[in-house]
């Protein structure tokens, strides 16, 4: 009879300790993320869940903002964020100016084949996607910019880096992003940028491993690739005007920003079926 595979109390007892975790009426931890109800139930259901075809693959994304914003102290997020701008002249400097892009498909029209205005008018008019799709409204702060560039960047790393945007690209330039933040800035502002992406890198092991193992490797693959890329950055993507490169060739972009470390053109493509179902 098959029966399941357990620890014995002594195998148990040599993993856990003798010590005994506080007793309390309710779930309480040292963790604010484990505290809160929101945080637990959507990071359970990221990292248990299959990926079905019923619903985008972004659906639960406004629910883990939510919960990063019932956890997040923006007091102490404004506090940091003040302190790397007086320690670094180029980032006080890139928040004064305040640049945002306003993306039309007549911006891009009739960019030269391989360039990544091309790139770009593809992204806009025969993908008919939206490059600046999320906070579209005026920011009012340094750090509401700061996140009104990631996104309207966002599709643009895909671009450039050759991290595609299939279910490993998403994670590597992830790992690219992480990798860059951290080169730049102190590790309490990073943390602040780099939490989210934890989250969605975690769980997305977390689902490979669970329900779609042929996609595990790879993914394991983007995560390195993407570490490599990320690392060799001086300052974090969402800085970099993109807008001033529009006329240039994919192929000089990467050579200037060292961005070879993205798989063979259509490598991971596979895998927007194959992490589905």
Known sequence: MNKPIELNKDEASYLMGQAE????????????????????????????????????????????????????????????????????????????????????????????????GELMHDFIVKSGLDIDFMYTGAPTNDFEYLVKRR????????????????????????????????????????????????ILTATSISRAGLHYPAVLPTLFD??????????KQKKPFFMIRWEDYLDWQITDIREEFSFQDGPPLGDWEWTYEAFRG
């Open 151 to 198: 996104v309207q960047n966002h599709d643009i790393e895909h671009m450039v880096t050759g991290l595609d945007p299939s279910p490993v690209g998403e994670i590597a330039l992830i790992a690219a992003n992480t990798m860059a933040n951290s080169n730049y800035f102190g590790t309490d502002f990073a943390h602040e940028l780099n939490a989210y992406g934890s």
């Open 21 to 116: 975790p506080a007793k309390s009426s309710v779930l309480i931890s040292t963790s604010k993320y484990l505290n809160n109800p929101l945080f637990r139930d959507i990071y359970a259901q990221f990292g248990l869940k299959r990926d079905g075809h019923d619903l985008p693959a972004a659906y639960l994304i406004p629910e883990l903002s939510r919960a990063f914003g019932e956890v997040t102290d923006y007091g102490q997020v404004f506090a940091n964020l003040t302190a790397e701008k007086a320690r670094l002249p180029e980032f006080a400097e890139w928040l004064d100016a305040r640049y945002v892009s306003n993306f039309t498909p007549e911006l891009v029209e009739g960019s030269a084949p391989g360039t990544l």
């Open 222 to 231: 983007g995560i390195a690739r993407g570490t490599m890329l990320g690392a």
